[in-house]
């Protein structure tokens, strides 16, 4: 998520980014937990089928990753800087978030 709310980020970056993301997630645990990245998604069927054993992996899970990824942004990617733009670039003065893809010769 911080690829959509870091100023640093390029706007364009941010659907792709989550999406590819989201894409390998489901094709790597999809064979071990059925795709089921949403933690709704697994309770649903444990409720019904009445078979919690695995459960607590979702709900553990979620708020672990959750504390790991807060800390890795905020003491690891969130001390970085953001890269310099080259002289003579047109989007030079735009901050991050406000530039295009496109390079310097297309603009």
Known sequence: MAVATDSRVPAALAAPSIGFALVAAVLIGGGIT?????????????????????????????????????????????????PTMAAGDPQAARPAGDRDLASADTT
């Open 34 to 82: 059925g795709g089921a990245v949403n933690p709704d998604r697994a309770l649903g069927p444990a409720i019904m089928s009445g078979t919690y054993t695995s459960l607590w992996v979702y709900v553990i899970a979620d708020i672990l990753g959750g504390i790991v990824a807060a800390l890795l942004y905020t003491h690891v990617v969130g001390k970085a800087t953001a």
